[in-house]
């Protein structure tokens, strides 16, 4: 687009943070993106800090790089070396090549450690308007700041460690509006699954969706964190929400936010984020916040979901047969009738993960965990999703009211989300879950499953089944 | 990287949506430091059994696929994370194309990295592919990726598309990086231009 176009029509909050990073156009779909901040993780990394090894590179900015381990470490026993040794291998792989690159590090015994995407917005690092990247696919969760933050695979992180740029096509825009307001109990974990329900888990593919409407600009940040993070399961680049002043409140005073009257300053040009009046998106879809119950998901993606008050479908209704034998595979893995999902026995409740694992998410569990106890032969583990806020929630008694019940209470990591430390399912148990993705083995293999809310998933540790967490107070 | 030109070989057929990421390299192999050695955990949950034995029904331990270089699929391949571990699984493998009516967007960025050609097919194209493979040892396909053609065991040429630059970056095996490096004086012209007209901008500091 020309700037002569720019004037002509109005933008999109996208457009204006692209065209603000744009070093380059290299041909007609192909443009060098400057990157603000990137955020590295143990997983994703050693391959690239040895490209960059191999090649003689260097990192070209250290203070816009950020790492942390997350994806395998423990969440037991901190003051012990980690068991596992090709986990210790991968951590402490990390921790040399930040040592030898220069790169700022919050080593796993630091109380600001935690899961990458709950740590960035945490420490201030994640601002509005950023282009932000990580060898992670839930970087989607940083445009709840009004960023355009994507995953990327290791390639392409050796590539912004050398030049702390990429080479992209621009993706097209869509607008997700939610209007109206959400139902008590219902929370924006069951408005990200009611939307990949809705446009499915390829309906985002090759765009970027801002969220909008009454109900997003209700949520909190942590909602809105919640929400972005799931645009990837969508199939979306990447989600993000305008920043406003509930953004503003939620930046100011945190260790890497600008101070003073620079914090004015940077108010300012952030105002500037929002999508023009007459910006027109490739596509858009409007939905009604009053249409969403808590929902549940039942099958192995998660476009796969329905309220939990809802039926798990049946096959014999779908006439496409790849579809049908799709549905068919899913139950058979899920080992699910259709029929009412409600009543179905669990083993296990996650509670954590950079979906939902914030101090809000914390308080949403602890006040169903509140005098009832885990239903006997259920695991309920929750995991905070950094030390600052395990540390937040011990100091509001969160952690006594959920060991209280018999719940979990770990240190901060992804977790049973992906499983590659110690906490996975075995073979054939059933969980709900608070996590992005009931994928087939996603936490271990023969695991299966169930998305949802940190009210659905405590109701269902205290009930033993999956349960409304309406009825109990959610 | 490895320029890809043009292949000609064994394409399996695996007739399924919604090929995650998971699925193609489960997350406790993502353990290791090097992108090599992760073919024979590709597809491990579909391909081995709680033993560790192979499900003889799975295509890639069969005949001819065990030896199969392209691999066909259904829509919104690689949807998931974005752990290149799924392309270097397929290419450690022997897999050096997937065919398949639409890709996510990580996954399919992922392949040109590694000398991986990704080619979009409308879906009943992408099924009559899969029938061919019926044909056993004579399911031979080739992928033309200069001419941009998918040539069928019956000799019928199938034309695809792929963006101009991913192409030219993939048939020379062009270091990306090095590309990028060229542009070093407009990165810094951007970076210089922007502490100016925005010296508000922080930098990553963990000093409390």
């Known amino acids: ?474 | 990287m490895k320029p890809f030109t043009t292949l000609t070989g064994v394409a399996a057929p695996l007739p399924v949506a919604n090929v995650d990421t998971d699925k193609i390299i489960p997350a406790r192999f993502l353990k290791t430091l090097t992108r090599t050695g992760l073919g024979k955990a590709l597809f491990d949950g579909l391909r081995y059994d709680a033993t560790g034995a192979e499900r003889p029904d799975f295509v890639l331990n069969r005949e001819p696929f065990r030896k199969a270089e392209i691999l066909i699929a259904l829509d919104n391949f690689g949807c998931g994370s974005s752990r290149e571990h799924a392309p270097w699984a397929l290419a450690d493998f022997g897999i050096r194309c997937v065919i398949a009516p639409s890709f996510a967007d990580i996954f399919y960025n992922n392949c040109f990295k590694n000398g991986l050609l990704p080619v979009t097919l409308p879906r009943e194209v992408c099924e009559q592919l899969m029938q061919d493979t019926e044909l056993g040892s004579n399911a031979r396909v080739t992928v033309d990726l200069e001419r941009q053609m998918v040539v069928r065991a019956n000799g019928e040429e199938i034309p695809f598309t792929v963006d101009a630059g991913r192409r030219h970056s993939l048939l020379n095996g062009l270091d990306e990086i090095a590309e990028t490096l060229t542009q070093d004086p407009a990165i810094t012209r951007f970076e210089t231009g922007r502490a100016a007209r925005e010296p508000w901008r922080p930098a990553i500091s963990l000093e409390s």
């Not at chain 1, 939610?178 to 985002?204: H, P, S």
């Not at chain 1, 998660?302 to 068919?328: K, L």
């Not at chain 1, 349960?467 to 107070?473: F, H, I, K, L, S």
């Open chain 1, 1 to 474: 687009m020309t700037p002569a176009d720019n004037r002509r029509t109005g933008q999109t909050l996208f457009d204006k943070i692209w065209s603000a990073h744009l070093v380059e156009t290299l041909a007609s779909d192909a443009a060098l993106l400057y990157i603000d901040r990137h955020l590295v993780h143990e997983v994703t990394s050693p391959q690239a800090f040895d490209g960059l090894r191999v090649n003689g590179r260097r990192v070209r900015r250290p203070d816009a790089t950020l790492a942390v381990p997350d994806h395998n470490v423990p969440t037991a026993h901190r003051d012990q070396e980690i068991t596992d040794p090709e986990s210790r291998l991968q951590v402490a792989t990390l921790v040399e090549n930040v040592a030898e690159f220069g790169v700022p590090f919050i080593p796993l015994n630091d109380v600001r450690q935690g899961i990458v995407h709950v740590i960035g917005p945490e420490q201030g690092a994640s601002l509005p308007g950023m282009t932000i990247v990580c060898g992670d696919s839930h970087t989607s969760t940083h445009g709840a700041l009004g960023a355009l933050a994507f995953g990327i695979g290791t390639s392409e992180v050796e590539h912004v460690l050398a030049t702390q740029t990429l080479v992209q096509a621009k993706a097209k825009s869509m607008r997700v509006r939610v209007e109206g307001q959400l139902g008590a109990g219902v929370t924006a974990k069951d408005m990200a699954l009611y939307i990949i329900g809705r446009i499915g888990t390829g309906g985002g593919t090759g765009y970027v969706i801002e969220y909008a409407g009454e109900a997003v600009r209700g949520l909190s940040m942590a909602g809105r964190m919640t929400l972005c993070n799931m645009s990837i399961e969508s199939g979306a680049r990447a989600g993000l929400v305008a920043p406003d002043d509930v953004t503003f409140d939620y930046i100011r005073g945190r260790p890497m936010a600008p101070k003073g009257a620079d914090f004015d300053a940077a108010v300012a040009y952030w105002r500037t984020l929002v999508s023009d009046e007459d910006a027109v998106f490739d596509h858009e879809v409007v939905l009604d916040a009053a249409d969403i119950a808590p929902m549940i998901t039942w099958g192995t993606s998660p476009e796969a979901v329905i309220p939990v008050t809802g039926q798990v479908p049946d096959p014999a209704e779908i006439t496409d047969p790849a579809i049908r034998a799709n549905q068919e595979r899913m139950l058979d893995y899920m080992a699910l009738v259709p029929g009412p999902i409600l009543g179905t026995p669990v083993d296990v409740v996650f509670i954590g993960s950079c979906t939902n694992a914030r101090i809000e998410d914390i308080r949403a569990a602890a006040a169903i965990a509140n005098g009832r106890k885990v239903a006997e032969g259920v695991r309920a583990l929750v995991v905070p999703g950094s030390g600052l806020v395990k540390l937040q929630a011990e100091a509001e008694g969160l952690d006594n009211v959920l060991t209280d019940a018999g719940f979990e209470w770990r240190d901060p990591g992804c977790s049973m989300c992906l499983g590659m430390n110690e906490d996975k399912l075995t073979p054939g148990q059933r969980c709900v879950s608070t996590s992005n993705r009931n994928f087939e083995g996603r936490q271990g293999p023969g695991g299966r499953t169930h998305l949802a809310s940190p009210a659905m998933a405590a109701a269902a540790a205290v009930a033993g089944r999956i349960v409304d967490c309406r009825e109990y107070g959610g």
